[in-house]
């Protein structure tokens, strides 16, 4: 292997270490950009990863191919070293929580970590072609350079393949934007939501799981059981609640599921990345994202309650529910590139005269699933 080369390849290598030390904690606290407001993160991210796909593509073919130039693949790596890994790092840090919210920075975050990670696989990849041709040349100067293995370009294809994957991935994040992918998680939790509600529509309580072990214990079970009809009362009553309980939390759900498709129609498809992130109130739509979130989960244990026949724990977690709904929703009434300072003329706006009524409507089946409730439950 040429001195050159050597350098150089040691040079890339070290790079990348350093670059992924300092996209990981502490080291990115430090490292963060502080918020810009000029919109160049995004179309820095899509050129330096375009750009090094590219240059991995000539990487890739420089060393499957016969003769192994070591000239050209110190140009290919110099590139890399000089403009596109210091690139890729600088947008990657100006993408920062306080302007792009924590969830999207995090996202862009593991994504470049993962471009650097993966080529470096290949620069490794490389170096060891180099060094086994390098050693067979000393073995044997006079002898015509070989073809390189099958399992050697095997892995270098390989190698390439998932840095353009990863590349592929953050160029897509980044096309999409901050409101895209926001979008996009608010969809995904909204069909979590559908799932479980789904889920429950389709329960049947009076399915009697006990004929499994009945079937099982054979008859002796049958045995214990004559003459046992005030048991068999009590399970018809609570098979009763069960049926009535799963109707109130039904009626109770669908408000909760009309919240996400209200806010995203309302709030995301309504605005374009360079005004949320010139003035956006990202603080609230942290919030609002939290929430969103957590509906879910609150619902998927309600659930899970009431197939226990926990009735009492469900109604608890239906309360949470309601709550998180409640305040996603408040934290929807501004537009998203609105605060508090500029949110003159919004109470006209259509989500706003909507959260109004949604509220009636919430109250009011919140009532149905147990007489009684009080928000202090929640």
Request: net charge negative.
């Amino acid at each position: 292997m040429s001195q050159q080369l050597t350098t150089v390849l040691t040079t890339t290598l070290t790079l990348l270490n350093q670059f992924q030390e300092t996209l990981s904690p502490p080291s990115l606290a430090q490292s963060t950009q502080p918020p810009s407001k000029d919109g160049k993160a995004l179309p820095l991210l899509t050129a330096s990863s375009s750009a090094l796909k590219a240059q991995v593509t000539k990487l890739s073919l420089l060393a499957i191919s016969t003769p192994f130039t070591h000239s050209a693949i110190v140009n290919v790596l110099r590139a890399c070293n000089d403009s596109v890994l210091p690139s890729l790092l600088t947008a990657t840090l100006l993408v920062n929580p306080a302007e792009y919210t924590t969830a999207f920075h995090t996202e862009v975050l593991v994504l470049s970590k993962g471009i650097l990670s993966e080529f470096a696989t290949l620069v490794k990849c490389v170096k060891a072609i180099s060094e086994n041709k390098d050693q067979s040349k000393k073995q044997n100067p006079s002898k015509k350079e070989a073809e390189l293995p099958q399992t050697e370009k095997d892995s270098v294809t390989s190698a390439t393949g998932r840095v353009w994957d990863a590349c592929d991935a953050l160029t897509h994040i980044a096309a999409n934007g901050v409101v895209g992918f926001i979008t996009h998680r608010v969809e995904q939790w909204r069909d979590l939501v559908r799932d479980a509600v789904d889920e429950l529509e389709n329960w049947d309580p009076e399915e009697d799981d006990d004929d499994f072990f009945d079937d099982i214990l054979g008859d002796d079970a049958g045995e214990k059981s004559d003459g046992v009809e005030s048991d068999e009362d009590s399970d018809d009553k609570g098979t009763e609640a069960l049926s009535e309980q799963k109707k109130s939390s039904l009626r109770f759900l669908k408000p909760i599921l009309q919240v996400y498709p209200a806010i995203i129609k309302n709030r995301f498809k309504v605005i374009q990345d360079e005004a949320f992130t010139a003035s956006g109130d990202v603080a609230r739509v942290e919030k609002l994202l939290l929430h969103l979130k957590n509906i879910p989960d609150q619902i998927d244990e309600a659930a899970g309650a009431l197939y226990e026949d926990d009735i009492d724990l469900s109604v608890k977690f239906l309360l949470k529910t309601q709550k998180s709904a409640s305040q996603a929703v408040e934290s929807a009434k501004l537009p998203l590139d609105a605060n508090d300072a500029n949110s003159e003329g919004t109470t006209g706006d259509k989500f706003s005269v909507w959260s109004s009524t949604w509220s009636k409507v919430m109250d009011e089946v919140a009532k149905s699933i147990r007489p009684g409730s009080t928000e202090s439950e929640q």
